[in-house]
């Protein structure tokens, strides 16, 4: 008899066990919103004074106080007309 009380003992920890564990490990803190490296501040795009083609700033030529696509239009200057 005292056996028998034993194994419900063991049955009911080890069920009691099972429940606590499958619910799973409690969560570790994580950061709840980390931004993608896709999203950057929007950069600034220009269209060249010379062909007005739309260029990101970081990637055109400023020239006297123009934007430009490249070092070439840069040269060439403004679009006649
Ligand atoms: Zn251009």
Redo the contacts with the bound molecule.
């Keep these: 008899m005292r056996s028998l009380l034993l194994f419900l003992l063991l049955l009911f920890v080890v069920y009691f066990l099972r429940r606590k564990f499958a619910a799973g490990p409690a969560r570790p803190a994580q950061p709840e919103q980390v931004a993608p490296p896709a999203v950057r501040e929007a950069e600034q795009v220009l269209p060249?004074?010379?062909?007005?083609?739309l260029?990101p700033h970081s990637e055109g030529v400023e020239s006297h106080g123009r934007f430009?696509?490249?070092a070439e239009?840069a040269q060439q200057g403004p679009a006649a007309g």
């Design positions: 060249c004074a010379h062909c007005g083609v260029v430009y696509c490249s239009h």
